[in-house]
Nanobody, 120 residues
Framework: QVHLVESGGGLVQAGGSLRLSCAAS????????MGWYRQPPGKQRELVAT???????NYADSVKGRFTISRDNAKNTVYLQMNSLKPEDTAVYYC??????????????WGQGTQVTVSS
């Protein structure tokens, strides 16, 4: 069984910063791409950023230059540093990871979500 546990959400004023963390535990034989998604109020879940095990990153246009994704493979943890936050960044942020079992069968896993609220 795999668990993704997120932390670091909260309330911040516009222009401020937050850092999210997501740690994977359990049957994590191989961890592939890890990423962050968000779901604003009344909207669909959307991609924020992803990172491969080798460190290659991909960002949504709306966060480029403000957010930075990183990971610590030794700790099975992915981070999202969010700077210059805007009210439109308000959302529930979800961690996602592609994790293989001992037979190299990959499955996608989601964290429980953490609320980020940016006040104007």
């Amino acid at each position: 069984q795999v668990h993704l546990v997120e932390s670091g959400g909260g309330l911040v004023q516009a222009g401020g910063s937050l850092r999210l963390s997501c740690a994977a535990s359990g049957s994590t034989f191989v961890i592939g791409v890890m990423g962050w998604y968000r779901q604003p109020p009344g909207k669909q879940r959307e991609l924020v950023a992803t990172i491969t095990s080798g460190g290659r990153t991909n960002y949504a246009d709306s966060v480029k230059g403000r957010f930075t994704i990183s990971r610590d493979n030794a700790k099975n943890t992915v981070y999202l540093q969010m700077n210059s936050l805007k009210p439109e960044d308000t959302a529930v942020y979800y961690c996602h990871a592609d994790i293989a079992d001992i037979g190299y069968r990959y499955s996608g896993y989601w964290g429980q979500g953490t609320q980020v609220t940016v006040s104007s």
